[in-house]
């Protein structure tokens, strides 16, 4: 059986932990071929696959990320394996640490088969920050070399019978999903709008305006992070935030003001945007450091 081993790591704490499970896997009788990400992306019949992440911020690396988005339709095919290291203390080697929420959406996607949270490691002299920072308190080499090697044993055993788990239906993902809740948040401001311009001059209504937006995308960012899959804090603000300033082009200044001047209006067009922006973002944020909750497996 042949086994694809990959990673992503900025240090090299989990490469060296993914070639401690390729060693464990040879040992065990398994045809292993450990890649690195840009090798893996291109890797050709494997009949499994096990996959790490550093953790940064609660986040894989973007080669992890990257490696399972790309390969998504291959890794469901076949049983796969994720693993995350990060702790800079003993605590993955006292207790399970489940995945985090971006790494458990990943498994649902491929329908993975487990994953083990793995201790960190920081170099003494690490450079950048906070990694700098850090290391003044959490330096050291936190794997404990025998629980990897113990799990990669128990992979190698579970390999004949393993096979492709059903995947999880991520509403999150979908582009529809993302833009149907930008598209009602902007209703909600819009509807407040035309009340307070009935209510109040158009200076004092787009001062108000600039208040009511924050806390109208915050309830409906809220909601859409909650979706299981939802799409990373960044891509899913800036989708919030083009959505908010082409309805605000399309609808207002061509429709109601018959020409292009509100472009003009910082206050009017780009400050909401940026608002709208900015609060999906924070709260896109704050949703990944909650932690997962496990969910039934449903077909998709």
């Known amino acids: 059986?042949?086994?694809l081993v990959t990673w992503g790591s900025k240090r090299g704490g989990t490469e060296g932990i993914a070639r401690v499970i390729a060693d464990t896997l040879a040992r065990e009788g398994c045809d292993v071929e450990l890649a690195a990400p840009?090798?893996?992306?291109?890797?050709?019949?494997?009949?499994?696959?096990?996959?790490?992440?550093?953790?940064?911020?609660m986040r894989w690396h973007r080669d992890a990320r990257r490696f399972v988005e790309r390969r998504e339709h291959d890794l469901r095919l076949v049983p796969t394996w994720f693993f995350s290291s990060g702790p800079l203390d003993d605590s993955a080697s006292r207790e399970?640490?489940?995945?985090?929420?971006?790494?458990?959406s990943l498994m649902e996607r491929v329908g993975a088969q487990g994953h083990a949270t793995f201790g960190g490691y920081l170099a003494p002299d690490a450079k950048g920050f906070p990694a700098s920072a850090m290391a003044k308190k959490s330096a050291g080499d936190h794997r404990d070399l025998a629980r990897v090697r113990a799990w990669a044993t128990d992979v190698a055993r579970a390999l004949p019978s393993a096979r492709p788990r059903p995947i999880v239906r991520q509403p999150g993902r979908s582009l529809w999903t993302?833009?149907?809740?930008?598209?009602t948040g902007w209703l909600v401001c819009g509807l407040a709008m035309l009340a307070l311009l009935v209510l109040a001059?158009?200076?004092?209504?787009?001062?108000?305006?600039?208040?009511?937006v924050p806390i109208v995308f915050a309830f409906v960012a809220r909601s859409y992070f909650s979706l299981r899959g939802a799409r990373e804090p960044l891509p899913a603000a800036l989708g919030f935030a083009a959505t908010f300033a082409l309805l605000d082009v399309a609808f207002v200044a061509g429709l109601v003001q018959g020409n292009l001047?509100?472009?003009?209006?910082?206050?009017g067009v780009w400050l909401p945007a940026a608002l709208a922006l900015l609060v999906t973002w924070t709260v896109g944020l704050v949703a990944s450091f909650t932690p997962s909750k496990p969910r039934p497996r449903r077909a998709a």
């Not at 840009?38 to 890797?43: E, G, P």
């Not at 399970?96 to 458990?104: K, L």
């Open 1 to 3: 059986m042949r086994v």
């Open 38 to 57: 840009s090798d893996a992306l291109h890797a050709r019949a494997f009949d499994a696959a096990i996959v790490g992440g550093a953790l940064y911020a």
């Open 96 to 104: 399970a640490i489940p995945p985090t929420r971006q790494v458990a």
């Open 178 to 183: 993302l833009v149907a809740h930008a598209v």
């Open 201 to 212: 001059p158009l200076g004092v209504a787009l001062t108000i305006d600039a208040l009511v």
């Open 261 to 267: 001047r509100v472009l003009h209006s910082v206050l």
